[in-house]
């Protein structure tokens, strides 16, 4: 495929070495994602594969087992994963994005020493448990609560959608403190009594990747376990959501590459009115707005992750903050709806052909919806981005 370059030009050999183990693992992983996507069956061999080729550390610092890698090439990666479809790189983003990096950034010297090199390995697998089944948009309004005793904390509570539950590992989760109302963050691993996952069925698209709804049942947590200070749950989860909606954003890039690379090979090689379809204007005009889509979106991706190396460097610096989430808004939003648009515009040029699922553009086309709703709905992003430029004083929500 012309214009797709898996390792960009200023890549340093470290960088060129993590991709293309990324690849490898990609490569590997396509034949066996079809065949579980297509008996719509949760792919469990998912983490196997990246941890064969020792990614599942990604981000985690090297001194912890990782590989230590920045953010521009955190993206790189996630493209490539974004590539092979929404359900493995919805795996590797609960994993690293909104799972272990959260305990990178918010997590102390023992949380770091205990959590993050199992996390690299894949022995510990983790997840982000903020959404409830009544606080999605609005997840300060959640009602899961805990208990302060000798020991730590009790969880009571529901989450709903969470990727990456039912894997055997850890989730970052969130409580509210009924007597000061205050919310604060969590560790709590999946083997905790009382901790239930429960697979939710019948999902539009991403069959291949587990997500559930969780419920805590008096779960016993340590005090060891609660991520930063008390009360500050929400600021933790925000802060997340940047590293979160970056990787999404990301592997948009991905989706929108393989319904491109798809659609040439398809309009070169199908024929209608005795010449191959992609000598059809109509039909390059749609090759052209998907080529426009993935330059783009690469393009507001690369600039996200620098402004994202930026604020990492200085994090207590508040405008570099606003400014570094504004910008991670406007990228996600504008990759998710230019990768549904590219899946959109290749089922057309596969025509009845595009409407089956053992063609890639459909399969994107199902499971890039959800990138328009988790980590920020487009109605949110929208707002959002507008109170970025009008101003906090218009603001009709926080988040
Ligand atoms: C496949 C999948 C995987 C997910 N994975 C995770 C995960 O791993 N962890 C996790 O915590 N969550 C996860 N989520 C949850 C996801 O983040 C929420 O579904 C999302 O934030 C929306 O919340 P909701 O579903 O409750 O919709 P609601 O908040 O009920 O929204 C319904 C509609 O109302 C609109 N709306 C709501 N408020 C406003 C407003 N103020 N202004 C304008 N419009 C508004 C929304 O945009 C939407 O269109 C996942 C969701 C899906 C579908």
Known sequence: ????????????????DAL?????????????EDRYYLDRRINSEVPAFFAKHGVLGFMIPQEYGGLGIDVPLYAWGMERIG????????????????GSSVVVYWGNAEQKQRYLPDAATGKRIFGFGLTEPDAGSNPAAMQSRFEKTSAGYVLNGQKKWIGNAAEGGTLVTFARNPQTDKISAFLIDTNTPGYQADIIQHKLGMPTAGTCEVTYTNC??????????EGQGMKIAYSALMGGRLGVAAGSIGIIADCLHESLTYARSREQFGKPIGRHQLVQRHLGRMAVKLESTRAMVTAAALRKTEYDADRTNQQLRTETDLLIAQTKYFAVNAAQ??????IQ???????????????????????????GTNEI???????????QEFEAFSG
């Open 1 to 16: 495929m012309t214009n797709y370059r898996l390792i960009p030009r200023q890549a340093t050999a470290a960088q060129t």
């Open 20 to 32: 293309r183990r990324i690849d490898l693992a990609c490569q590997e992983l396509r034949p066996i």
């Open 83 to 98: 590539r092979e479809g929404t359900g493995p790189r919805t795996f590797f983003s609960c994993h690293i994005s909104i």
């Open 220 to 229: 016993e947590v340590p005090r060891a376990n609660l991520l930063g200070e």
């Open 341 to 346: 648009e590219a899946a959109h515009d290749a």
């Open 349 to 375: 040029i596969f025509g009845g052909n595009g409407f089956l699922l053992t063609n890639r553009p459909a399969r994107h086309y199902a499971d890039s919806r959800a990138c328009q709703i988790y980590e």
């Open 381 to 391: 992003l929208e707002q959002k981005i507008a109170i970025g430029y009008l101003g």
